[in-house]
């Protein structure tokens, strides 16, 4: 297998097989985001795709029921070149059950509903997309490049596709500023998205990354421990999708949680209300990572 720099994956995905068919993030743009930043994106090419795939089927080929398509977006790659490795995967693991990407908002909106039912089709099931927050404010200042109606549209069209989102919000996202409107909108946009999984991460400022020099020009500040909690509680509160599988087990999270939304919000909330009181354990500060 020839990955070129650091892959990354959904923590869901641990156990799938990573095919990198482009390189870096098309957007590339996210001020706190830094995974991408040394690569200039690229569709990979085909060749060395279909060569990764034929290597993963010697050796393990009935082994593979899941595959993630890495890199940052995926999605953005044009239909054509979509087919051949759906097709491919197909037809070199025979108990295939999901083939999965990361998208943005962009991508899905570039794609009309009948090229998305194609993929679904192929063998695409489900679409991770980090619109981080549901504040426009928010998401203009961390360069999403996308706004709430953007990722609502991008819902729809996916919904209509038949294809499953994963959706991921950025506590912290809004700074202290916007904590609040933040939490709020975010919760907003997870209702207007209806995805079947919705995870919240905390936001960590990475050195060098434009967020960082924000900061550093007090042009940005992280709320507080509390203030984050208290960003979770209003989410927690708010979001009503309509049957979700929640978590916020990433470890960059203080607080731990899962659940369904909103079936379990009065729990949830109890557990964030236990822990805004000092009466359930927070992760350490030492156990935290990206
Ligand atoms: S779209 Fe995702 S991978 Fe690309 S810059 Fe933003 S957060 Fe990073």
Redesign the pocket.
């Known amino acids: 297998m020839r990955y070129e720099g650091t892959v990354y994956r959904p923590p869901s995905e641990a156990d799938a097989f990573i095919l990198q068919a482009t390189i870096g993030?098309?957007?590339?743009?996210?001020t706190?985001?830094d995974?991408?930043r040394a690569k200039q994106f690229r569709v990979r090419d085909m060749s060395e795709v279909l060569a990764d795939i034929e290597e993963v089927r010697q050796a393990a080929g009935d082994q593979v029921d899941k595959v993630f398509v890495a890199?940052?977006?995926a999605l953005v790659m044009e239909l054509g070149h979509w087919r051949e490795i759906l097709d491919a995967c197909r037809e070199a693991f025979p108990r295939l059950r999901r083939v999965s990407c990361?998208a943005?908002a962009m991508n899905l909106k570039a794609k009309s509903v009948e090229e998305l039912k194609s993929l679904r089709e192929w063998g695409l099931r489900l679409c991770y997309i980090?619109p981080?927050s549901g504040d426009d404010p928010t998401m203009k200042k961390i360069a999403?490049?996308a706004g709430f109606d953007d990722h609502a549209e991008a819902a729809r069209r996916a919904h209509e596709a038949g294809l499953k989102l994963s959706a991921i919000f950025l506590l912290g996202a809004g700074g202290v500023e916007r904590s609040q409107e933040h939490a709020r909108a975010s919760a907003e946009l997870a209702t207007a998205m209806n995805p079947r999984f919705v995870s919240l991460l905390t936001l960590t400022v990475i050195p060098g990354t434009p967020i960082a020099k924000l900061q550093e020009r007090g042009k940005f500040t992280l709320p507080g421990v509390e203030a984050l909690l208290r960003e979770l509680r209003t989410f927690v509160a708010h979001a009503e999708p309509r049957d979700a599988i929640f978590r916020t087990n990433h470890a960059s999270n203080y607080l731990p949680l899962s659940g369904r939304l909103p079936r379990d919000r009065e729990r949830i909330v109890g557990v964030v209300d236990a822990a805004l009181g000092g009466d359930a354990p927070l992760r350490p500060e030492w156990a935290r990572g990206l």
Request: aromatic fraction near 22%; include cysteine.
């Open positions: 993030c098309s957007w590339n743009a996210c706190y985001c995974m991408y890199d940052g977006d990361y943005t980090g981080e999403k490049g």
